[in-house]
């Protein structure tokens, strides 16, 4: 895929979504960090869920904490994996209190330390917290680039950082949400819906769906 092609997806993706940003619900960064956790292999409307409760309990390091392992299971048991989920998020509110008076650290090398936080997590919250122009690559966003040959590779790595390297600038810090809502509600994993796509003139995936 050539340059133009990817500032006219990017454009008409940014032009649909002028304010693109996640749909798990939080009013701080600790509480998005929770979320980001939680919401592995799990919907944002199943953490959303989750989290109305477990927040209105707990929503500091200190206060997750104080709170028994067995509660947090209770909280967060709707959600898939639940029990390592748990145990990661004790941990990880204890290593917060120890390492960073309580605070979200804001580079990547700090945030993969903590327990249950790996790469993905980290660029999430690297780019919705702290504004840095990070793409965090989750599997719509791997089909997406994929299948409209944006980023194509095997591994998720490898689309991240031909991501990185060949979006344009000024849209760059939305790409993330751009292409995860365009994922999630438009190029679809089964049935992508290609006639009603608005970037369908210049994706190169070679079976759409049109008439």
Known sequence: MNQK????????????????????????????????????????????????????????????????LETLKEQIKTIGLYNTKAKNIHLLCQQLLALHQGEVPNTRAALEALPGVGRK???????????????????????????????????????????????PTRYKKDAHHLLILHGRYTCLARTPKCRQCIIKDWCEYPDKLLP
């Open 5 to 68: 092609k990817r500032i006219e997806i990017f454009a008409t993706l940014a032009e649909a979504h002028p304010d693109p940003t996640t749909e798990l619900r939080y009013t701080s960064v600790f509480e998005l960090l929770i979320a980001v956790v939680l919401s592995a292999q799990a919907t944002d409307k199943s953490v959303n869920k989750a989290t109305l409760s477990l927040f209105a309990l707990a929503n500091t390091p200190q206060a997750m904490v104080l709170l028994s």
């Open 121 to 167: 997590t980290a660029n999430v919250l690297l780019n919705t917290a702290f504004g840095y122009p990070t793409i965090a690559v989750d599997t719509h966003i791997f089909r997406v680039a994929n299948r409209t040959k944006l980023a194509v590779g095997k591994q998720v790595l490898a689309v991240e950082k031909l991501l990185d390297k060949t979006t």
